[in-house]
């Protein structure tokens, strides 16, 4: 059964819809294979259309094989033109992903109250939670590239080096072994900045004692990957060895609690209780994790509000982290496959406090 026929499933029989419109552009391209297309329509009964703008029309009707692929012409309403298609396959009742403001109400317009709209995001969400045999081969490669891309950090990170001189070695090597582009914006703070979760990347040079988060991740034919190292460029001091510790403690023992059927929220708790325990919880800034795939954050979520629980081909990160204002931050991040019996981890060594 196709991803196709799994949505059908979940939103025609399940949920007794009997329309399905995709606005989300990467739901749209994990459903058909198309980029840069606008939308989705796939009816209960009848042939599912993709509407796309010129600039990408002819490589639509290239990589959409299976759909009928509409020219989406400038200037005209496009919500207003699904809708008449919709009123044409006989939809009563049509779900929805993500639509702004306008689109729905040029799209609720189009329909004059004929036929009824829902939103229903979490459907697509959940399929692309659960990932197959494919797009585990290409998370995997994604995982060995930003494991390359983190040996070469602790390569070039030392006293002088500027924070953008080593991403520049890091995103390169990623690149030249076969990396398709960067999941995010990499993160190489180093000093006072590394206490901040989100801390960038900046012309500063690298002092020596200093702490330095480097947060990278390489991308494989559209599949991401997240990985977070945390090094001192020079000689550690005994509290950053002892916080290093702590944190690498939390990120074992949650990594063990990776399972399936388990709640994500527990998985958070096991590695929050280690570093409350040691004194610095309250300097545990931010949930254990998320959901790794097309989009390097997406579902699940691994945080102390989360209601899902964990099933086999869940990708996820688990990263926790201790983030002290004034002193520095230490964060261990991978990304792991959710199995059977345990966690794979989709990126690797090195761990380590000191660079080479």
Known sequence: MNRIDILKQKAFEEKSFDGFLVANETNLFYLSGVQGA?????????????????TNYEQAKADGKGFRIELAKRGENLMEKIAAQAKTYGIKKLAFDSLGIESYRNLAKGLRGKTRLKMQGNLVSKLRSVKDEHELELMRKAGELTSLGMKVAYETIRPGVKEIEAAAEIEYVMRKKGGWGTAFETIVASGVHSAFPHGGCTEREIRAGALVVIDIGATYQHYCSDMTRTVVAGKPSEKQKKLYEIVRTAQEKANEAIKPKVKAKDVDTVARKIIEGAGYGEYFVHGLGHGVGLEVHEAPTLSQVSKEKLTVGNVVTNEPGIYIVGFGGIRIEDTVLVRKRSAEKLTQEPYSLQTA
């Not at 939308?39 to 010129?54: D, H, N, R």
Request: glycine share 12%.
């Open 38 to 54: 606008s939308c989705l329509l796939i009816p209960k009964k009848g042939e599912s259309t993709i509407y796309v703008y010129g």
